[in-house]
């Protein structure tokens, strides 16, 4: 096992580098001069231009762009933006905020779209299992920004439970409401995976058996239906987590939240090499330790996946 | 008690003193379905005594399983229990609480499911399912709990329990399985234990050491067996006293030897006459009157007279070989972690062959690699080494066109009904495709051909349209056998083709293969595990084991006279074989 993760590990190595490599090259492919779209409407004088290109290696072929952007890293340094920050100090800012956001809905859409799933699955064809179909096909119906807004003004405008927008270095009741969005749609899936996953459960021979053994109904839920009933739903959070921490723009947007979304969203307009693939490359990672997670948990909740030792 | 004597000849043939531990009294158990309420056991009735063994033999939708899973309230679905009394121990179980049907689970009634694949929670190790029965029923706590669990597998028959309680489902083979779930059903010592087709997933010898071994814990502890059974044989050997269940009704009880003796039902007689392992006796006694004073019921059913006839008849003709095996062997490159690898002889240096017009049986356990063995005719798997010949081609070097040629001359037909027929297909286009692949005919000439197909395998022209989850196994069977035909081979071979059907259906569809071959002039490689079957249906029997024919000869050869020890074996463990009816 221990070999399994070590190997797991090793091949993020490779993957880093070809991530950058692709996106450092989309970036520089992409039209449009950084430089300018900097300035706006009063172009700079050319011998600024000129220095610009200079410090960011602008007038150097792509391949030598590259060369100093990976040699940065090594040497901990990931370069700056246009405007002279610290992509460093960008991604120490925005990350734990995202991070902070994405656990929050992560938590609030495993247990509660466990919860559902688990009781509708458990008494399917009744009021509860037809409610909780019909409000997680709405849920997943409605465009994030609809909801997003819909929550805005009913629990902080109106009720005035939440604040309107996220503040200053988003504490972690502010949020809650933003968690709440950008949880729904994946919690309407969870409730779907879930439910589908118990009731075939519940019919399964093993079930009747354990029944039969003289369990009580509590245990053969617990033990014999509801860890059964994960993987699928395991599988689901994993690629969950993912797209959590990569951010969520239009939620981001509409709390005012400073996240790893809306900062790479204005680092694509600008061109900004070094910020776009310093994030996008900090993504892949968090993606594929993601992954490794959850094939991880395969194997505790499934004995017959086994790795190769 | 009054109404009770003449329905349950059971109690009255035993010791009328003792109390009964189980009585069940007009039963009724219905389902919801979407075309409303739909009756499963109409008014069953039936007696189990203390230390008694009762079986109730029917075939599947007679209701037996679902009368099984009332007395314990398992009922699959929407099922449930609308009138009716099962008193147990004097308590009607209908009328307990929840709470009180989980104290009387495991504790005073344990049960045995019929597949032991589905039957154990795949993600949690053996250990832990026996040791939460113990521990549920309050027989041991912590360690002593851990302690009566290797015990309880050591009486189930797993020597090695205690290294291997840590392992998962899935390392354990059927019969193992199978053992450990009978050791959770017995591990509180119940009173009753309920076996629902304890091992028709198993197959026939494996089946006969653990059914032996289940008869001699039950002896030991006293305990009464209801035993649910498809299987005639199987039911006469294991339990002194029948119940036959029909369409959800009881149409005969008593004691087993009684019934076997004396049908009375029309139903139990077919059913009596249908079981393949006394039917082959009856065959045998027949033509060898020597036996017969064992058997009094040998004259029932016409079919086999007919069978014989045709025995006698293929007897007196010989014919040429239209299949050649010569050394045919198969190796299997089985991936062992890593790169290393390890040889599996699935066929190892078999040689045999078929006359045309006959059929030949490879009968052995699974894993034997019978199978394999057909597939390689099939050429659906390359020899390894070997020679396979067709009709005097070498088949192993067939390609393009002339394996095309090949196939439409050698048709399989699998076991599965299920499995085999496409369920997004028609009857009509399933039957046709094989046309259509082979580009015979036109439209209009293959539509002729089907419908012509359909009333050879006796199937209602409007089977046509329907879909396979309309139709019955047997009929699923029917249309494979038909599709078989569509090319009108030469050679068909038959691989485990009636296994998963009832008796009855069995029966039927012997009946229709036995036909066709006089018919059209068939060749058969019939692959099976039952002995019971070959002896209906084969002239000529190979007998594999671990991927070698330890025997081969004529039918009547192998069954009066087998040579090899595992052949006395495989026979022995047919259900039946060793009841002599006239006792």
Redesign the interface.
């Known amino acids: 096992m221990l070999w399994y993760v070590g190997r797991r590990l090793l091949q993020l190595i490779p993957v880093f580098f070809g991530a950058t490599f692709l996106i450092y090259f989309m970036v520089f492919s992409l039209p449009g001069d950084p430089i300018a779209a900097l300035f706006g409407d009063r172009p700079p004088s050319q011998a600024v231009i000129l220095a610009l290109r200079e410090q960011y290696h602008l007038d150097e072929p792509f391949i030598v762009q590259y060369l100093y952007y990976v040699g940065g890293i090594l040497t901990g340094d990931l370069g700056t933006t246009y405007s002279g920050r610290p992509v460093g100090d960008l991604l120490a800012s925005a990350f734990p905020i995202t991070f902070r956001l994405a656990m929050l809905a992560l938590a609030f859409e495993a247990v509660a779209g466990i919860l559902v799933g688990l009781i509708a699955g458990l008494r399917k064809g009744k009021l509860f299992d037809a409610s909780a179909l019909v409000v997680s096909l709405l849920l997943i119906s409605v465009p994030t920004f609809v909801l997003g807004f819909v929550f805005q003004y009913v629990f902080a405008i109106q009720l005035g439970w939440f604040r309107t927008t996220v503040g200053p270095g988003a504490p972690l009741q502010d949020l809650i409401l933003p968690a709440l969005v950008l949880a729904s749609v994946s919690f309407a899936y969870i409730v779907r995976l879930t439910r589908g996953s118990v009731s075939d459960n519940v019919s399964a021979d093993f079930v009747r058996t354990a029944t039969a053994k003289g369990l009580s109904r509590p245990r053969v839920v617990r033990v014999h239906i509801l860890r059964n009933s994960m993987i699928p739903v395991i599988t689901f959070l994993g690629v969950d987590i993912g797209s959590l921490m990569v951010g969520a723009i239009v939620t981001e947007g509409i709390f005012n939240i400073n996240g790893v979304g809306g900062t790479v969203y204005k680092a694509v307009q600008l061109g900004e090499g070094p910020t776009v693939v310093s994030f996008v490359a900090v993504m892949v990672i968090v993606y594929m330790l993601a992954n490794l997670l959850v094939d991880l948990l395969y194997a505790v909740l499934d004995p017959r996946i086994r790795y190769a030792k | 008690m009054t109404g009770q004597t003449t329905v349950s000849a059971a109690t009255s043939a035993t010791d009328a003193a003792s109390a009964p531990l189980l009585e069940i009294r007009d039963l009724e158990v219905g389902f919801t379905t979407q075309r409303g309420f739909v009756p499963a056991v109409r008014g069953v009735n039936l007696t189990l005594g203390q230390g008694e063994t009762l079986a109730i033999v029917g075939e599947s939708g007679s209701g037996k399983s679902t009368t099984a899973q009332a007395i314990?309230d398992?009922l699959?679905?929407t099922g449930r229990v609308t009138a009716g009394q099962i008193l147990f121990e004097g308590k009607d179980l209908t009328t307990v609480s929840?709470r009180q049907m989980?104290?009387?689970?495991?504790?005073l009634i344990?049960?045995v499911?019929?597949?032991p694949m589905?039957?154990?929670?795949?993600?949690?190790?053996i250990g832990f399912q026996v040791e939460?029965?113990i521990k549920?029923?309050g027989v041991a706590q912590g360690r002593d709990a851990r302690k009566r669990t290797i015990e309880v597998l050591k009486e189930a028959g797993l020597a090695d329990a205690g290294d291997r309680l840590k392992q998962?489902p899935?390392q354990f083979s059927g019969g193992m399985r199978q053992r450990v779930?009978i050791g959770?059903?017995l591990s509180?010592r119940p009173k009753l234990l309920i076996a629902d087709e304890p091992t028709s997933a198993l197959d026939v010898t494996v089946q006969r050491t653990i059914l032996d071994h289940l008869e001699t814990l039950t002896r030991d502890y006293g305990t009464s067996v209801l035993f649910i059974t498809h299987d005639l044989g199987l039911a006469v050997e294991r339990a002194e006293h029948l119940v036959v269940m029909y369409k959800g009704k009881v149409v005969e009880a008593g004691r087993s030897t009684d019934i076997l003796a004396n049908p009375l039902h029309p139903y139990t007689q077919k059913l009596v006459s249908a079981a393949p392992s006394l039917a082959s006796r009856r065959i045998q006694s027949e033509r060898r009157p020597e036996t017969t004073e064992h058997m009094d019921i040998a004259s029932i059913g016409a079919r086999d007279a007919h069978l014989i006839e045709r025995a006698d008849e293929r007897e007196a003709v010989t014919t040429p070989d239209i299949i050649t095996v010569e050394n045919a062997s198969k190796v299997y490159q089985i991936r062992q972690?890593?790169f290393k690898t390890k040889e599996l002889k699935a066929v190892d240096d078999v040689s045999f062959s078929i006359p045309r017009g006959t059929t030949t049986a490879i009968v052995g356990e699974s894993g034997s690699g019978k199978s394999t063995a057909a597939k390689l005719v099939l050429k659906l798997e390359e020899m390894t080494s070997g020679s396979i010949r067709f009709d005097g081609t070498e088949i192993g070097s067939l390609s393009g066109k002339d394996l095309l040629s090949f196939r439409r001359r050698v048709q399989p037909v699998f076991q599965d009904p299920y499995g085999s027929l496409d369920p997004l297909y028609s009857v009509g286009r399933t039957i046709e495709e094989p046309l259509v692949t082979h580009g015979v005919g036109d439209k209009a000439s293959r539509r002729a051909r089907v419908l012509e197909l359909l009333e050879q395998v006796a199937l209602p022209a409007s089977t046509i349209n329907r879909y396979p989850n309309e139709l019955s196994g047997g009929q699923r069977q029917r249309i494979a056998v038909a599709r078989a035909l569509a090319l009108k081979p030469d050679v068909i071979v038959l691989d485990e083709a009636v296994s998963a059907l009832d008796v009855l259906v069995q029966g039927q569809i012997l009946d229709l293969l036995t036909d066709l071959q006089s018919e059209l002039g068939l060749t058969y490689l019939f692959i099976t595990h039952d002995l019971a079957v070959v002896r209906l249906i084969a002239d000529n029997v190979c007998v594999m084991q671990k991927g070698r024919i330890v025997e081969a000869a004529t039918t009547d050869e192998v069954f009066d006279n087998p040579q090899q020890e595992y052949t006395r074996k495989l026979l022995e463990a047919i259900p039946g074989a060793n009841f002599h009816f006239g006792r």
């Open positions: 314990i398992l699959p679905g929840a989980q104290d009387v689970r495991g504790r344990g049960y499911p019929q597949d589905s039957n154990l929670n795949p993600v949690w190790n939460e029965a549920a029923n998962y899935h779930l959770i059903g509180s972690g890593g």
